[in-house]
């Protein structure tokens, strides 16, 4: 076959407006959550466990989670993009990052859930 | 002053190497392109492109101790020697400093780099305030000289996809032109993760730009607009 | 073996302002046409035109083409054709709304109008004072003008043959102009393009001077191609100095920097074209200045430590008018003479800058020549437009933003023509038996010569003998042992030797093909002025040192057949209005 380059799959602001605002997500998360340590300190173990059981700890901790997982999938997508050439392959890898943050999202929501 | 060129002649040499040479200059050899022309004066085999020799033409770009620039305008008593000049980086090498440009040209020629204007042309001239006129300003300056497009590692991967920094630069020059009436299929054809979005606003073209012109704010304009029309 | 011919309906050689404009006359006539350039489109000398292009729109001011036409007659010293003259003055605002059309970027006016500044030799009310005239897009306008017509022919998908280099015009029995061979740079490639028309639009060869404003690329080509083909080349003895080129490095500082309200001072802090042209000062045209300037220097009152240059004062314009209108100037100034103008005044001199001779047209593009007592007979198949022809609009001294305006008038006017003559004549000649012999001669002699001088050398004399013997003042006794040395040089010239054999990117073959085209123009220069004996614009005689309408109100034609000399009547008769009859020419 002859080689065609072809571009034009028109998703790209989609990806780029997901990193900005999971990037802002994960900060305000970060902030929040620093914040809540501030006031549990000082923090053990039962302490850091008890913290999860309530849902304005839950809810939030799930929705950054979620968001760092699609923020890594941009990110992940943008490296295959540029150094996995063969498009098998690089469907492939991508195959497998999805199932994995797929995974990892059923896998926050049983820690979660399961405090 | 000494010099350590990039040499390759697909005629007679099987692979690159460098040659180092030393070279007389006169009191009035101000700029690299001087020298070189002194060095080719000595050995004429040494190719490279030239013209203007004042920095608007675009022709003498090349690899400048590590970084990208225009020889006619970087001054032989800024630089540390020996002067290691190679060809740009991530194109194609024909000869020597010369580098085979047709996949910039091609991705420079993707954006439609022309007024889109359907309307019948008044008698005159299309009326543009003095402020629509100022948002060209930093933008149609370019020369075409591909130091940004070939210092961006985006474009190092994707040339082919990536429009790069001096493409986008120009996209951005048509659709901030109050006269254009393509906006919306010039942003159509940018939305897509390879020829806009390759653009990790890592600014090395920023840094090389010989005309100090800033492409990465153009493209980050071109987002926000993209963003505007999709909210 | 033969060369490859390549077949279509048109060539245009030459790819700056006047190829590109003409090129998108014939490509959005749906021709087929290829477009061959040493460089890429946009690194054509178009791009370092900085002050603007003419046309009385009358802006910033009132103003109207029949003044810019006694401009430009006087400006030419009445050595210009008042019919192209005419034609040109007519057409510019056409032009230059069209080049707007197609997205030229030019500066605006409160109203959102094209800006306008004053210019050299550019005045109202028939030489009253300053006016307006010079459309610009900053201190950029050849720049944005050429990428605008280059976009434009993108999108009218013009056919461009980038890093092709053209030899030879290939003329059959009857004389016509059936094609051009040309080499393609990275492959070293020698083809035959077989057409029905061959537009040159070659550019200048201000490159025979040794201090110049040009580009390395500005070697004459075209005109040395049409001296070979036994075509008479015009006026070559009016070469213009830019009264202000970057002192050593020759970099142009545009005259808009006094259309701005720049100007010159001598060491003595003096502002010395006051004395020179009371009306107008700083705003002469551009042969008057440079005399001035030259006379200050002469008579040791320029500046700097051998008191070797003039300078130009623009830090009264304030910064904020320098970054707004003048913003390349500054940044040349800082590269180039390490002064910062907006708080000091550049280092200038006088640097060769423009040739207004060139191959011998009509306003219409066409090549003409005297043949059987016709002084216009048309060369069939071939047209020239641009600083390479010889219309001839800039007669003895171009004024400031007419030389962009020519591009695009001319560039039209001769694609229209093509377009016509493609019409009536819509099959191509036959190629004559012996095509592209005299091409492949030259690259074989070139190709085995041996114990041969070096390109350079021979180049830097013949550019040393232009600078002394052919200056802003020229000196009977210079002239005569000039035209000596050059026809010396000219016979070194003829065999030079490259160490590079190589076929790819050759820059040395390249250098050597474009010494044999300089060569032709210097000898047609010193040649031509050492015969006119008269003071006339650019070209100033000491010993002759006034006008000679009676005997020198004529066309030079210089032919390299034996040097030998022709003459033609200038054009006194303008298309509509009455002629402007000569006058003594005072600023």
Known sequence: MVKRIVVGAHYG????????????????????????????????????????????????????????????????????????????????????????LVAYTVWTVQILWSL | MRLSIYRYDPDKDAKPYMQDMEVALEPTDQMLLDALVRAKAVDDSIAFRRSCREGVCGSDAMNINGKNGL????????????????????????????????????????????????????????????????????????????????????????????????????????????????????LDDLNDPYRLFRCHSIMNCVDVCPKGLNPTRAIGKIKEIMLKRAV | MALAVRKFDAVIVGAGGSGMRAALQLAEAELKVAVLSKVFPTRSHTVAAQGGV??????????????????????????????????????????????????????????????????????????????ARSCAAADRTGHAMLHALYQRNVRARAHFFVEWMALDLVRDAEGDVVGVTAMEMETGEVVIFHAKAVLFATGGAGRIYS???NAFINTGDGLGMTARAGIPLEDMEFWQFHPTGVAGAGVLITEGVRGEGGYLLNKNGERFMERYAPTVKDLASRDVVARAMATEIKEGRGAGKDG??????????GAEVINKRLPGIREIALTFANVDCAKEPIPVVPTVHYQMGGIPTNYHGQVVVPKNGD??????????AGECACVSVHGANRLGTNSLLDLLVFGKSAGEQVIRDLKSEP?????????????????????????????????????RTLQLHCGVFRFPDLLVEGVAKIKDIAARAARTEIKDKSKVFNTARVEALELDNLIEVARATLVSAEARKESRGAHDRSDYPKRDDEAWMRHTLWYKEGDRLDYRPVKLKPLTVAAFEPKARVY
């Not at chain 3, 070797?308 to 314009?317: A, G, P, R, S, T």
């Not at chain 3, 002084?375 to 020239?384: H, I, L, N, Q």
């Not at chain 3, 001088?453 to 021979?458: L, N």
């Open chain 1, 13 to 100: 602001l989609r990806g780029w407006v997901v990193q900005r605002v999971t990037a802002v997500m994960i900060a305000v998360y970060t902030l929040f959550l620093l914040a809540v340590i501030a006031a549990q300190l000082p923090l053990d173990y039962l302490r850091w466990r008890g913290l999860f059981t309530h849902t304005w700890m839950r809810v939030p901790t799930f929705v950054a989670l979620v968001a760092l997982y699609l923020h890594a999938w941009v990110g992940m997508r943008d490296i295959l993009m540029d150094y996995v050439k063969p498009t098998t392959l690089r469907l492939s890898l991508m195959v497998i990052v999805i199932v994995a």
């Open chain 2, 71 to 186: 020889a006619c305008i970087t001054k032989i008593a800024e630089l540390k020697e020996p002067v290691v000049l190679k060809p740009l980086p991530g194109l194609p090498v024909i000869r020597d400093l010369i580098v085979d440009m047709t996949q910039f040209f091609k991705q420079y020629h993707s954006i439609k780099p022309y007024l889109i204007n359907d309307t019948p042309p008044p008698e005159g001239e299309r009326v543009q305030s003095p402020e629509e006129r100022e948002e060209l300003n930093g933008l149609y300056e370019c020369i075409l000289c591909a130091c940004c497009s070939t210092s961006c590692p985006s474009f190092w991967w994707n040339p082919d996809k990536f429009v790069g920094p001096a493409g986008l630069l120009q996209a951005y020059r048509f659709i901030a032109d109050s006269r254009d009436q393509a906006t919306n299929e010039r």
């Open chain 3, 54 to 131: 003419a046309a009385s729109l009358g802006n910033n001011g009132e103003d109207n083409w029949h003044w810019h036409m006694f401009d430009t007659v006087k400006g030419s010293d009445y050595l210009g054709d008042q019919d192209a003259i005419e034609f040109m003055c007519r057409k510019a605002n056409e032009v230059v709304y069209e080049l707007e059309h197609y997205g030229m970027p030019f500066d605006r006016t409160p109203e959102g109008r094209i800006y306008q500044r004053p210019f050299g030799g550019q005045t109202r009310n028939y030489g009253e004072g300053p006016v």
């Open chain 3, 211 to 213: 201090a110049s404003t």
């Open chain 3, 308 to 317: 070797e240059y003039i300078l130009l004062k623009l830090d009264h314009l």
């Open chain 3, 375 to 384: 002084p216009e007979t048309v060369v069939r198949g071939f047209y020239a």
């Open chain 3, 427 to 463: 099959m191509h000649k036959d190629l004559p038996r012996d095509a592209g012999e005299a091409t492949r001669a030259r690259l074989a002699r070139l190709d085995g010569q041996s114990n041969g001088e070096s390109v350079p050398s021979v180049a830097a004399d013949m550019r």
